[in-house]
């Protein structure tokens, strides 16, 4: 049997793509909508408005599941324009610098320390049970 | 119809557009570089794409627009793109749901535990020590993941750039501490740390935990989920 040819395969792809950017964008675009009533920010509503429907389709879409972790993987990209912005906050950033250290090394151990204690304690039990 | 007059009924010049598309293929450049440069340092945690990227776009930015604010509107297109991306995020938790029905509380309450723990610990600092109110609202976004930081610090009246760099430290922070919190309490269990990394470290803790074990990256991913919308939800309720 003949094997598809390159051309069709990236059409695929192609279409594969497009269709995955239209579900996101519009489940996105649906849930800014809905921050009008429901006061969270649009992409909380707009991934619940995905959940619900893969909860009710009973699983995700093939192409979905193809290509949403390909953009995921990627999603490092996406935040840098916004971070950028931390150039125009250099000086407030020297200004406070030790409370932001100890904001942010300190309450992360401790914080990690408490979660790892909690959750060996809670989840010792099933390990003999489970597995 | 010429090109320009397509552009101008949108409010834009050619020159806007083209500088958005020369920013934009700058961006993806770095961001390129950036994870070849995480490959080739085995994932290390100081090479994280998002520090090499904007570290990368903001040196571009000092020597050819010195503007950050303008290359930033020449972004928007990229930051726009980050809001369906993150709903994209609806795949993970739909595949984490198992595991929550069958283990229910004893993993949520150890996220919660954390999820409320880790904000409100960050915030009294702030507090006590005097900071901007902005400051305060923005650092209790410390530990969901970046997208969802983001938009809630922005709705809390927060700085979602600020919000972007504390998240990214604490991850960091996260992921370096692991082996002193593992040895201090003697636990290190992949269930648990899965959990720790998750739950307190979101995006960049669970790309460790994955590294990690399956177990520990599949309870980093759930922690992950369930912190960052339970969080977000909290935080927008209570003070949004």
Same mark, same amino acid.
């Given at each position: 049997?003949?094997?598809?040819?390159?051309?069709?395969?990236?059409?695929?792809?192609?279409?594969?793509?497009?269709?995955?950017?239209?579900?996101l964008?519009?489940a996105y675009?649906?849930g800014?909508?809905?921050?009008?009533?429901?006061?969270?920010p649009a992409t909380i509503n707009g991934l619940?408005?995905l959940?619900?429907?893969?909860?009710?389709?009973?699983?995700?879409?093939?192409?979905?599941?193809?290509?949403i972790?390909?953009y995921l993987?990627?999603m490092?990209?996406f935040f840098?324009?916004?971070?950028?912005?931390?150039?125009?906050?250099?000086?407030?950033?020297?200004?406070?610098?030790?409370?932001?250290?100890?904001?942010?090394?300190?309450?992360?151990?401790?914080?990690?320390?408490?979660?790892?204690?909690?959750?060996?304690?809670?989840?010792?039990?099933?390990?003999?049970?489970?597995? | 119809?010429?090109?320009?007059?397509?552009?101008?009924?949108?409010?834009?010049?050619?020159?806007?557009?083209?500088?958005?598309?020369?920013?934009?293929?700058?961006?993806?450049?770095?961001?390129? /570089? @950036?994870?070849?440069? &995480?490959?080739?340092?085995?994932?290390?945690?100081? !090479?994280? =794409?998002?520090?090499?990227? *904007?570290? +990368?776009?903001?040196?571009?930015?000092?020597?050819?627009?010195?503007?950050?604010?303008?290359?930033?509107?020449?972004?928007?297109?990229?930051?726009?793109l980050l809001g369906p991306l993150t709903v994209g995020l609806a795949?993970?938790?739909?595949?984490?749901?198992?595991?929550?029905?069958?283990?229910?509380?004893?993993?949520?309450?150890?996220?919660?535990?954390?999820?409320? /723990? @880790?904000?409100?610990? &960050?915030?009294?600092?702030?507090?006590?020590?005097? !900071?901007? =109110?902005?400051?305060?609202? *923005?650092? +209790?976004?410390?530990?969901?993941t970046t997208p969802f930081a983001m938009d809630?610090?922005?709705?809390?009246?927060?700085?979602?750039?600020?919000?972007?760099?504390?998240?990214?430290?604490?991850?960091?922070?996260?992921?370096?501490?692991?082996?002193?919190?593992?040895?201090?309490?003697?636990?290190?269990?992949?269930?648990?740390?899965?959990?720790?990394?998750?739950?307190?470290?979101?995006g960049?803790?669970?790309?460790?935990?994955?590294?990690?074990?399956?177990?520990?990256?599949?309870?980093?991913?759930?922690? +992950?989920?369930?912190?960052g919308v339970?969080?977000a939800?909290?935080?927008?309720?209570?003070?949004?």
């Amino acid at each position: 049997m003949l094997s598809k040819p390159r051309v069709y395969t990236l059409f695929q792809h192609l279409v594969q793509h497009i269709g995955t950017l239209i579900v996101l964008i519009g489940a996105y675009e649906l849930g800014d909508i809905a921050s009008a009533i429901i006061p969270l920010p649009a992409t909380i509503n707009g991934l619940f408005i995905l959940l619900l429907v893969f909860v009710v389709y009973g699983k995700v879409p093939q192409f979905l599941n193809t290509v949403i972790p390909v953009y995921l993987g990627h999603m490092s990209m996406f935040f840098v324009p916004a971070i950028m912005a931390v150039w125009l906050f250099q000086q407030a950033v020297y200004d406070h610098w030790l409370a932001l250290v100890l904001a942010l090394v300190l309450t992360t151990i401790a914080s990690m320390v408490l979660v790892m204690w909690v959750s060996n304690k809670l989840l010792k039990a099933t390990d003999n049970t489970s597995r | 119809m010429s090109l320009s007059s397509v552009s101008s009924a949108f409010g834009l010049t050619l020159s806007d557009i083209s500088h958005a598309a020369m920013w934009i293929v700058i961006l993806v450049l770095c961001y390129g /570089f @950036a994870i070849q440069l &995480a490959k080739w340092t085995n994932q290390h945690v100081l !090479a994280h =794409p998002i520090l090499i990227t *904007t570290t +990368l776009v903001l040196t571009f930015t000092q020597l050819i627009e010195p503007d950050v604010q303008r290359v930033m509107t020449h972004l928007h297109p990229i930051k726009y793109l980050l809001g369906p991306l993150t709903v994209g995020l609806a795949l993970p938790v739909y595949n984490q749901l198992p595991i929550l029905r069958q283990l229910g509380v004893k993993v949520l309450l150890p996220i919660a535990v954390g999820g409320l /723990f @880790a904000p409100l610990s &960050a915030f009294s600092v702030l507090y006590l020590l005097d !900071a901007e =109110p902005a400051w305060q609202l *923005t650092i +209790l976004t410390k530990s969901i993941t970046t997208p969802f930081a983001m938009d809630t610090a922005t709705m809390l009246g927060g700085i979602a750039g600020l919000a972007a760099v504390f998240n990214i430290i604490t991850g960091m922070i996260g992921v370096m501490a692991l082996p002193s919190v593992n040895r201090w309490l003697q636990i290190n269990d992949d269930k648990a740390n899965g959990l720790v990394l998750g739950t307190i470290a979101h995006g960049i803790g669970t790309s460790k935990a994955v590294l990690l074990s399956e177990q520990a990256g599949a309870f980093a991913s759930l922690a +992950l989920c369930v912190n960052g919308v339970g969080t977000a939800i909290v935080l927008s309720v209570l003070l949004g």
